[in-house]
Structure formats: C-alpha cells, structure tokens
C-alpha cells in the first residue's frame, strides 16, 4: 500500500514538474487584441448575409475554379431564392412532382446562401452531390426501386406496344440535332455533349436525365432536371392538345382486346433476357438497364419480398431525398441565370412534345398493318412518365367513349419508354466514350 502511495505521489509531481516546464512564462503569452463595440458589431455585419448580398468578392471562385459574376454573388442569388421558393409553391400547392421539387428546392435555397458555402465541394450538398450524383449512384439506385415498382405484364401480354415506347425516344435525339442547328446560327452556345443531355429530357426520366447530365454536362444539371421534371409534372396538361392535334374522334374511340395473361415464368425471364441483350448490345445502358432489371427481378422473384420492399419504399426514399438535394445544389445562380437555361427550359417541352406526337404516330402507322388495330392514344405513353402518361391516355380515351378502358394497355408502351429512355442513354455514352 505504501509503495502505491509513493508511486502515485512521485506521478503527480513529474508531471507537475513537466507541465510547468512546458507552460510558457507570461512575458510569452500573446494578450487578446482589444477592440471597440463598434468594431465588434462591424466584424459581425461583415460576416451576415445582409453585407454578402450588397457587397460581392471581386474575382471569387466557384468549385470549377471559374471567376463568378458579381451580378451572381448578389442579385442573381436573391433571384434564384425565389425561383426556388417557387418551386416549393409548385410542389406544395399545385402537386408537380413533390417527392422531387421539394428536396430540389430546398436544396436550391441553401446552395444560394452566400459565405457558408454549403453547395461547394466542403458543404454537405457538395459533398452529397460528388458522393451520390457525380459518379451516377443515386439515379442507379433510383432505378433499382423503379424496375420493383414495375409490372411488365401488360408489355409481355402485348410485346407490339414496345415499338411504341421506342418511337417515342425520336425526340431525344431530334432535338439533339435541333440544339446544335440553334448553336450553329450563334443563338445558343451548346457543345455536342450539351446538347444530348438536353434532348434525354425528351424521355420524360428524370433520374436517366440526372445520370447524363451528370456524365455530359455537369454545369446544366440544375435546369436539366428541373426541366425533366417540371415536364413529367406537366403530362396532363402538355399531352391532351398533342394526342386530339393527331387523331380523329374515331381513332380515340377504337377498343382494345384484353391482354392475355402473362405467367410467372415469363415474368421472371423477361429481365435476365433483357439484361442479356443489354450485354450483348449495348453495355454502356447496362449500369441503368442492369439496375431496373435487378429491382424486377427481385420482385417477380416472389422469395425476396423483404428486399422488394426495401427497394419500394425506404431505400428509394432515402435516395430520393438526396439525390434532390445534390440537384438543388447545381441550382447556384452563376450555374442557373445563363442564357442556355432558357434554351434547356425550351428544347426540352420541344423534345417532350415530339416524343408524344412520335408515339401516337408510330400507333398510327402500325395500324395499316394489323389486324386488330391499337388505340393511337396509347402511344403518348411511350415517353416513360410512369404511370401519369398513361392515365392521360386512358383519360382521353374515356372522354371519346367511357367503356373504353386504356390504362392496362396504355402501361405498354409506358413501362417500354422507361427501357427506351435507358437505352437512349447508353447510346449517348458510347459515342463520347
């Protein structure tokens, strides 16, 4: 006991003895610099947001190590604040897309909030965006939960509603054309990669919009999505005036058999034949392809309904949320006020527009050749804005005639837009491979 003692009484004095070593005199210690209440209150109104907003920083950096306006750094950042708290009001009030604008808007107010830098590559929303959207992560996992949300029934009882679901890609890449052609007269100026991102629009997917433009065009992330989805908000507004422009009364009216019913078999071969093709193909859509496929399968499986609901619902609302976030953080206003993102806003509704007329005419013209003719209404849903364009179509469809039910049949060409609008994408990737 008493050498325990000694051992604990001889501790405390070493380290005394070496805490007073190491301790500076106070002939060393530095005094704090003393300062007025009124510099206090100076060095307070520097650091708000008040004096950020009228008092910009000649030759900031954004993350690109690009110079950012002062326009950008003051009123262009109180004008992206509103432009995002009217998205909230979209999402909240007139119910587009809230699982999306919501977090998108949100986010586009935080990332506009001068000197706390939290869309840089150091704030939380740029740390979301690198960890989650810049390497494709989140619209792959987004596409896991899409493909265990999906019955391709209706498109296995009736494969012929494929080819509808493709047509409807021609305004992806009628409207990449039509983005160069605007650049070539000098009104636009968007590169080659630019503009593919802009005509994925034309899909009506946003996270296949999201993944591409975060491989092609990372600068026009913020509009391209907030285009993509602010259209898919808008089908049954946009796609009623396109589909009675392009068919008669009587063609609305035509009926279509019931689909027969498709076996479990075949459901759960579809996606490992799909994926094979996908493979063998074009493997630059398998990273999407592969996902939707992984996501049905699990669900047609019948023995993973654990893992099927997980994908249904926790897991694709974790990453929803994120993946809205990083988007909002592309919403900064010297990414934003630009003039190209008029050009996105308006080439977009122009590629939405033709991949719905694409639809319904490919319907049209499949027509001349079938026996039992299809409802040309069911090819607007070929754009992939699942399900909502095909309710539209079976809305029309009941306006001509009420016992015409469309909406199984509808969900075709629908469930075959989403495939097309990732093939679509692989094929963007290889050509800039």
């Known amino acids: 006991m008493r050498r325990i003692l000694l051992s604990i009484i001889a501790f405390i ?38 004096y950020a907003f009228f008092h910009p920083i ?16 003051t009123a262009g950042r109180a004008i992206m604040i509103v432009v995002c708290l ?36 150091d704030g939380f929303l740029g740390i979301i965006y690198n960890m989650g959207i810049a390497n494709g992560l989140f619209p792959i996992i987004i596409f896991m939960g899409v493909g265990s949300m999906t019955d391709f029934g209706p498109l296995l009882a009736n494969p012929k509603t494929s080819i509808l679901g493709g047509a409807a890609q021609f305004g992806i890449f009628i409207t990449l054309v039509g983005a160069m052609f605007l650049t070539d007269l000098g009104i636009f100026n968007f590169s080659l990669q630019d503009a593919s991102a802009i005509g994925i629009i034309g899909g009506a997917d946003g996270p296949t919009a999201i993944f591409i433009a ?30 009675y422009a392009l068919t008669t009364k009587e063609e609305r009216a035509i ?32 990273p999407l392809i592969g996902a939707l496929m992984f996501g049905n399968f699990l669900k047609e499986s019948g023995v993973v309904d654990r893992l099927s609901k ?21 919403l900064a206003s010297d990414k934003f006020l630009v003039p190209e993102t008029l050009g996105i806003l308006i080439l977009g509704l122009v590629a939405f527009a033709i991949g719905t007329a694409s639809g319904i005419m490919m319907a049209k ?66 050509i800039f491979k």
């Open 13 to 50: 004095l070493f380290s005394t003895l070496s805490f007073s070593a190491s301790t500076p005199s106070s002939t060393e210690v530095k005094p704090y610099e003393t300062k007025t209440i009124s510099q206090l209150f100076e060095n307070f109104y520097t650091s708000t947001g008040i």
């Open 58 to 73: 000649d030759g900031a950096l954004d993350s690109d190590g690009k110079e950012i306006s002062n326009f950008s750094q």
């Open 86 to 121: 009217f998205l909230l009001y979209l999402a909240i009030a007139k119910g587009f897309e809230p699982l999306l604008l919501i977090p998108i808007g949100f986010g586009g107010v935080l990332a506009n909030i001068p000197i706390a830098e939290i869309g840089g590559p």
């Open 214 to 243: 975060s491989r092609l065009a990372p600068d026009l992330l913020g509009a391209i999505a907030v285009a993509a989805y602010s259209y898919m908000a808008l089908v049954p507004i946009i796609q009623p005036p396109i589909m």
């Open 255 to 286: 009926k279509m058999t019931q689909a027969r019913t498709v076996s479990q078999l075949e459901r759960i071969i579809f996606p490992i034949s799909m994926l094979m093709v996908c493979i063998l193909v074009l493997p630059d859509a398998t």
């Open 310 to 330: 997980t994908l249904q619902n926790s897991l694709i609302n974790i990453v929803t949320i994120l993946l809205g976030l990083g988007v909002g953080s592309k």
């Open 365 to 430: 013209l499949l027509n001349k050749f079938l026996d039992k003719p299809i409802n040309p209404l069911i090819g607007a849903a070929g754009v992939s804005a699942v399900p909502m364009a095909a309710r539209v179509a079976n809305k029309i469809g009941l306006v001509s005639d009420k016992s015409n039910i469309l909406l199984m049949h509808a969900m075709g060409p629908n469930v075959s837009g989403v495939i097309g609008s990732a093939v679509a994408a692989g094929v963007l990737l290889s």
